[in-house]
């Protein structure tokens, strides 16, 4: 049972089955009746996340300069040859990276949300996709800030970004979906295997560096290939392309990569949502 402004409502997981529009109608309405708890597992999870630690919310800006130094160095050394970027391509890493970490940091973030829910989980009735949620909201405070980070080197090189840039935030709405749609998957996993969030981790790793996300496109013909058919390719080079060059360079990719994003979402989410009726007993039961 929660409590919203005046109403109390039973919350019973599993109620609704099935894969109608009535179901769908009522999920979403459990989610905008859970709009406060969303906002106060947020804040919950932003104070403990920077509590003990020395440099707190300087290490969203530590680790982009990290990656970003070394692939300026590797460039400038000769030793990767990332060619023409059309902008000075500090920049171009940083806004890259910063699209990325939106989309790995939410998926890392997500995936782990049940099991640190912990007793909550096992002793309270509500709807468990709000942890999930509510995960997503630290990404979305280190990615303003890598944003911040992102004008100032901008400004730095004297680059002006292309007007299509008013369409930035609205473009990276895939990428959300995306990783929060997986994350839904992910968490369920979590409650079954803890290496899940390890694994997310390594993937992640892995992928960055196969994902045009510190260079542009590549064109040899095994890359081109997978990149093709690599969703993150296309949301990433698209939302970039919204900023440096004015209009999408692939935008068939972008367009369905973009509505398997959707897909994606909307299917894990009712999986999670059925799923949700044995969530208690796994985590109790560790």
């Known amino acids: 049972m929660w409590n919203h402004v005046s109403t109390i409502r039973i919350y019973r997981p599993g109620q609704h089955r099935g894969w109608g529009i009535r179901v769908w109608r009522e999920m979403v309405r ?32 530590i680790m982009p300069f990290v990656a970003v130094g070394t692939f300026v160095f590797l460039n400038r050394s000769g030793i990767l040859n990332i060619g023409d970027v059309n902008i000075p391509y500090p920049a171009y890493a940083l806004l ?31 709807p468990k996709e709000t942890l999930v949620i509510a995960a997503l909201g630290q990404t979305l405070v280190n990615t303003l800030i890598r944003l911040g980070l992102v004008v100032i080197i901008f400004a730095f090189y004297r680059i002006v970004p292309r007007w299509t840039t008013v369409f930035f935030p609205l473009s990276l709405i895939p990428l959300l979906l995306l990783a929060i749609g997986l994350g839904f998957l992910l968490s369920l996993l979590t409650a079954l295997m803890r290496d899940i ?14 994902t045009p996300v510190l260079y542009p496109t590549p064109r040899a013909e095994l890359f081109t290939v997978f990149t093709r058919y690599n969703p993150l390719a296309g949301l990433v080079t698209g939302v970039r ?20 994003s959707v897909i994606i979402f909307a299917l894990s989410w009712r999986v999670f949502h059925l799923a949700e009726i044995r969530m208690a007993e796994r985590i109790g039961a560790r």
Do not use: H
């Open 30 to 61: 459990e989610l905008v009746a859970s709009r406060e708890l969303i906002w106060r597992l947020f804040l919950r999870d932003f104070k403990a996340r920077y509590k003990q630690t020395v440099l707190g919310i300087l290490w969203a800006f």
């Open 96 to 126: 890259g990276l910063t699209i990325w970490q939106l989309f790995a940091d939410g998926l890392r973030g997500c995936s782990g949300a049940i099991v640190a829910g912990g007793s909550m989980v096992v002793k309270i009735n509500f």
């Open 197 to 210: 969030p390890n694994v997310v981790t390594l993937v992640t790793t892995f992928l960055l560096f196969l």
């Open 241 to 260: 392309d919204l900023v440096v060059t004015g209009y999408l360079t692939q935008p068939v990719q972008f367009i369905w990569a973009s509505v398997l």
